[in-house]
């Protein structure tokens, strides 16, 4: 699992509550990253980041906000959490060597809002 | 971006016989494709992946197989266990200024009948 943890696993909440999902690693990797899983779509980027403070945005990362005030912590923020944002939400970190980038995952939250 | 296209979406194998999982992307400019496994209630396990200067890559019971200028790219499983029931998911990969992102395909779920 190269090192991640996932904070809750596993979350229920309702329609417009804030909520914040963590992901810890503690091999000190630069790349970290939010996907959701959701039937039918496979693993979709929501937001990404390349260093401490530096984020950027994927394909599906309306509603959602990142933090990364150090190395080992990359915060997932949903303002107001909609149905639509019921998932299952993943971190991932990535190796660097060579040409080519390699995703390691964590085990995954699962959010629930009714 | 990059669009990956993954097929079947569920496959039905007998133990023993081989199975096969092809996926189709849109960017020239990838690179590097992994292959996940992914169990009930895990994260994605990344199996094997293979870099565009490669056409085939092999380990134990699991290969890759690359084709650049038809922009596919397959996973093949032979001697198919019950313990290689999961679901698949191929990836591709291209580089941007400050990010490696993947691109998922939607995934297959692959059932090893006893």
């Known amino acids: 699992d190269a090192g991640i943890t996932q904070s809750p696993r596993h979350k229920v909440t309702e329609t417009g509550t804030p909520v914040t999902l963590r992901c810890h690693q503690t091999?000190?990797?630069?790349?970290m990253y939010w996907y959701r899983q959701d039937p039918g779509h496979g693993l979709r980027l929501i937001h990404y980041?390349?260093?401490?403070?530096?984020?950027d945005k994927g394909e599906v990362s309306d509603g959602y906000s990142v933090s990364r005030s150090k190395t080992e912590d990359f915060l997932l923020t949903l303002e107001s959490a909609t149905s639509s944002q019921t998932s299952v939400y993943f971190c991932?970190?990535?190796?660097?060597?060579?040409?080519?980038?390699?995703?390691?995952f964590g085990p995954g939250t699962r959010l629930t809002v009714l | 971006g990059e669009n990956v296209e993954q097929h079947p979406s569920t496959l039905s194998v007998q133990e023993g016989d081989s199975a096969v999982i092809k996926c189709t992307y849109s960017?020239?400019?990838?690179?590097?494709f992994p292959w996940y496994k992914q169990e009930l209630g895990k994260g994605p396990q990344l199996i094997i992946d293979?870099?565009?200067?490669?056409g085939e890559k092999k380990d134990q019971r699991i290969a890759v197989t690359l084709n650049k200028t038809a922009k596919h790219f397959s996973l093949h499983i032979t001697e198919t266990q019950p313990e290689d029931s999961a679901v698949y998911f191929c990836?591709?990969?291209?580089?941007?200024?400050?990010?490696?992102?993947?691109?998922f395909g939607a995934g297959t779920t692959v059932t090893v009948r006893a």
């Open positions: 293979i870099r565009s200067n490669v």
């Open positions: 091999e000190n990797h630069r790349y």
């Open positions: 991932a970190i990535s190796t660097l060597g060579g040409e080519a980038d390699t995703q390691y």
């Open positions: 990836a591709a990969s291209s580089r941007g200024s400050n990010d490696y992102k993947l691109s």
């Open positions: 960017d020239s400019a990838s690179n590097y």
């Open positions: 980041s390349y260093g401490v403070k530096d984020t």
